[in-house]
């Protein structure tokens, strides 16, 4: 991955809530077409990592740098976000269709309405999550699977060459947890750079190209096999999880770490 520009350059981050750092010194880069999977416990930052990467939360030192290869760099309105479900106002009066259109308002433009073009795109995102036949249909009365797909058709819509993904599988069913794990292999195809947080380290240790392990500051970044060393999770997670180390790789014990279960292996050798 060495001759691969840089998507993402984040140095020495620091955010803060009503006087309380949040996230502190965060510095990490991420390549183009990586995929990578952001986990930690729940406060460890991860939310807040993608708030101050898309603008929405000021910092309080650091920067960001989102940008292609060469000269090209990229607009921060081009950074494709899905956020937290929680985070959405299902009861503001706007259909399917409205929601993924709003992804294309740096090409439409400002009190411009949207052209044969634009109309295209949003269609296509919405057939690409599976959605298309729910355009017109409000978006409070989808279900929560349904929520999430309609955002990623947004950011799809978008054209963003940087997808950030916050816990997109909260609350989804598994019809639509396996779309979205469809629609992050077609992206992969075409190196669209996917920072996705989960709780899950199951899928992470399997889907990510590298792992970026939080708590409050960055705890561990690198391969699946090197960030999720037990060492580190230990600093990250302290009694939340209880793990055991063989040869065949790491057992992780504790609810919510693991894909449909208590218990997982994220070693090589466990897959």
Known sequence: MA???EALRVEHVTVAYNGRVALRDATFTVLGGERVAVVGPNGAGKSTLFKAIVGLLPLESGRVEVFGCGSHRWEPASIGYVPQREDVDLAF???VGDVV???RVRHIGWLRR???RDREAVRWALDQVGLAELIHRPLG???GGQVQRAFIA?????EAPLLLM???FTGVDVASEEAILHLLDRL???QVTVLLATHDLQMAAEWADRVLLLNGEVVAYGPPAEALRPDALQRAYGGQMTLWEDERGILVLGEGHCSGGRRCWIGSSGR
């Open 3 to 5: 001759d691969r520009c």
């Open 93 to 95: 009066p706007v259909t």
């Open 101 to 103: 259109m709003m992804g």
């Open 114 to 116: 949207p052209s044969r």
């Open 141 to 143: 009365e989808l279900s």
């Open 154 to 158: 947004r950011a799809l819509a978008q």
């Open 166 to 168: 916050d816990e997109p």
């Open 188 to 190: 992969r195809e075409r």
